[in-house]
């Protein structure tokens, strides 16, 4: 079964210590790209990842990082998380013609 | 960056009405997707179209991708309670690989 997987579901931490999500798909993709939801504004691009190595600024990169040293992973880094990255985030694997979302990460940061 | 406008925000209709989603930009796409999403998981993806003019059709569905590429419809004929949920469209930049989602359309069809 087609899986992108995140970890964890939920987390609350404190401004400024550092945090990964992870993300993991079992299909193969080359795209694979982390989102923002937020109220009001939608699912916005962090970055994205065309293949192993290869990473890109999406529309809302300032304050995260992102790596992709094989292609099953694709984690989020946030070097000093702030309140203002307080948001539902998820993590896809896609094609051009499939797309398949994780089930997303609340994230609290106060 | 490209903008995507979906309209409407909101709609509430009876069981057994039709009704279409539109999703529109100044800017053309490379494809375009409409997904759905359920409260609390991720979006579920419904189709893609790639070329301009094309339709698509899902059971009750039927999507539509403008001539220009810079425009979709969704219409969803005879709707069901089952079809509540939000609508999402998103596409694929021309100039690079970035894409962005319209703000989306959160349906609700009352039985």
């Known amino acids: 079964e087609a899986q992108v997987t995140q970890n964890p579901r939920y987390l609350i931490t404190v401004t400024g210590k550092k945090l990964t999500v992870t993300c993991s798909q079992n299909?193969?993709?080359?795209?694979m790209s982390w989102y923002r939801q937020d109220p009001g504004l939608g699912l916005r691009q962090i970055y994205y990842?065309?293949?192993?190595?290869?990473?890109d600024k999406g529309d809302v990169p300032e304050g995260y990082k992102v790596s992709r040293k094989e292609k099953r992973n694709f984690p989020l880094i946030l070097e000093s998380p702030s309140p203002n990255q307080t948001s539902l985030y998820f993590c896809?694997?896609?094609?051009?013609?499939?797309?398949?979302f994780g089930q997303g990460t609340r994230l609290t940061v106060v | 960056t490209q903008l995507l406008e979906q309209s409407p925000q909101f709609l509430s209709i009876q069981e057994g009405e039709n009704l279409t989603v539109y999703c529109n930009s100044s800017?053309?796409?490379?494809?375009l997707q409409w997904y759905r999403q359920e409260p609390g998981e991720g979006p579920v993806l419904l189709v893609t179209?790639?070329?301009?003019?094309e339709v698509k059709k899902l059971k009750r569905l039927t999507f539509q991708f403008g001539d220009a590429r810079k425009d979709s419809s969704l219409h969803i004929t005879a709707a069901q309670p089952g079809d509540t949920g939000l609508y999402l469209c998103?596409?694929?930049?021309?100039?690079?690989?970035?894409?962005?989602f319209g703000k989306g359309t959160r349906l609700h069809i009352l039985p």
């Open positions: 896809s694997a896609e094609t051009m013609t499939e797309a398949f």
């Open positions: 299909m193969n993709h080359e795209y």
């Open positions: 990842s065309m293949n192993v190595e290869v990473t």
């Open positions: 800017s053309v796409f490379s494809s």
């Open positions: 179209v790639v070329t301009g003019g």
């Open positions: 998103a596409g694929e930049e021309n100039r690079d690989d970035k894409i962005i």
